[in-house]
C-alpha cells in the first residue's frame, strides 16, 4: 500500500499592519521549505512596506522579485479579488495559512467570518477545515474589542502569536528580533529551523 504524499503547500498573508518585515522573512523561510506558496498582499501592506523598507510592491508578475530581491517560481502571488482560486475552496488541501503581520482590522473581519478579499476567506477556510492559522499580530495597546476578537479567534482554532521578540537570546540587532519571532512561526508547523533556538537547561542562569 502506497503512502499518501505529505501536502507541501502554504498559504502566506501581509497585511497593513506595521511591522512588514516580519511577513518578508516568513516568506523568505517558507519559500524554501515548501514546493507551492500561495501569497496575498493587501493593499494596505504595500503602503506600509514601502513606508517600512522603501520597496515598491505592485501587482504584476514583478512583485515578487521586488519584495524578496530574486524572483521565486514556487510562490504564487494572488489578488484579493481571486475568489477563484484555490485556497477560496475548502477542497484545495495545504498545511495551513500565516498572516503577518496581521492588522486588528483583519483580525476582526476573521473572527466574525467577513469574508470580503481573498485572503479573509482563505483565513475562514482554514478555521472551517481545522487547518493550522497562525496570525502575527502587531498592535500595541490592545483594546477590549481587540481582545475579544482575538479571544474569538482562539477559541475558533486560530493560533495567536503576537510579533513579540524574547530578549533570552541575547539579540545585538533588529534582524535578531525579528529572526526570534519568524522562528517561533515556523516551530507553529513543526519545520527545523535556526532562528530562534530551543531553550536548554544548560541556558537557564538558574540551572544547577
Known amino acids: ?26 516568506l523568505e523561510e517558507v519559500a524554501r521549505r515548501f514546493d507551492e ?48 482560486s484555490p485556497p477560496a475552496s475548502g477542497s484545495f488541501r495545504h498545511a495551513g495559512m500565516i498572516i503577518a503581520p496581521c492588522s486588528m482590522g483583519t483580525a476582526g473581519r476573521i473572527a466574525h467570518s467577513i469574508s470580503d478579499d481573498l485572503m479573509t476567506r482563505a483565513a475562514d477556510v482554514c478555521l472551517k477545515e481545522g487547518r493550522k492559522l497562525v496570525l502575527v499580530i502587531r498592535e500595541t495597546p490592545w483594546s477590549l474589542i481587540h481582545l475579544r476578537n482575538l479571544t474569538q479567534l482562539a477559541e ?9 521578540p524574547g530578549f533570552y537570546h541575547q539579540p545585538k540587532t533588529i534582524d535578531d528580533l525579528v529572526n526570534h519571532v519568524v522562528g517561533r512561526v515556523l ?10 533556538p530551543e531553550w536548554s537547561v544548560e541556558e537557564s542562569p538558574d540551572a544547577y
Do not use: C, H, W
Open 37 to 84: 506558496v500561495y501569497l496575498m498582499i493587501s493593499d494596505a501592506a504595500r503602503q506600509v512596506i514601502r513606508a517600512e523598507l522603501g520597496l515598491n510592491v505592485g501587482y504584476g508578475p514583478d512583485a515578487v522579485k521586488a519584495l524578496l530581491g530574486r524572483e521565486f517560481s514556487n510562490i504564487a502571488l494572488l489578488s484579493k479579488n481571486e475568489f477563484f
Open 187 to 196: 516551530q507553529q508547523y513543526n519545520m527545523e529551523q535556526n532562528l530562534a
Open 1 to 26: 500500500m502506497s503512502r499518501a504524499k505529505a501536502i507541501n503547500r502554504l498559504l502566506v498573508g501581509i497585511t497593513g499592519a506595521s511591522g512588514a518585515i516580519y511577513g518578508v522573512r516568513i
Open 156 to 164: 475558533a482554532g486560530a493560533t495567536i502569536l503576537p510579533a513579540a
